[in-house]
């Protein structure tokens, strides 16, 4: 399935006392990462948004098996997990700068039109998207 690479550099504002990254910024790492894949493959949040489509998230779950530190430059690898239908999910692996793995995560979101706030299909255009 279709991965892409995203890079962040970690600011000091997303550390703790400790100088290490608070696990709650993790979530927006993985929004940007989403973001950043969508993009690559054409295609604008923000457009999806105003044609209608919303992308709440349904399920996350992480697995944080070492620190990321304040100036730490993370790769996140954000895979898609199937072909969507109604849902779409996706699977990340975060490494540092030192390419060790640092935390593995999944996503699953749901196609919700903005109007009636129902699940709806993937749209066709995303479909068309990832054939290529």
């Known amino acids: 399935m279709k991965s892409h690479q995203t890079y962040v550099k970690v600011r000091y ?41 919303m992308l709440p998230v349904y399920e996350m779950s992480f697995k944080f098996l070492q620190p990321a530190h304040f100036e730490d430059t993370l790769r996140i690898e954000t895979k898609l997990m199937e072909l969507p239908r109604v849902k779409i999910g996706f699977e ?20 919700i039109d903005s109007i009636t706030k129902r699940p709806v299909r993937c749209p066709q255009f995303l479909l068309e998207k990832l054939k290529d």
């Open 13 to 53: 504002a997303e550390t703790d006392q400790m100088g290490v990254v608070h696990h709650g910024n993790y979530a927006q790492y993985l929004e940007m990462a989403r973001i950043d894949w969508l993009e690559e493959l054409g295609v604008s949040y923000g457009s999806m948004e105003k044609d209608g489509i």
């Open 92 to 111: 990340y692996t975060i490494y540092n700068q030192n390419e060790q793995l640092i935390t593995t995560a999944s996503t699953v979101l749901v196609f």
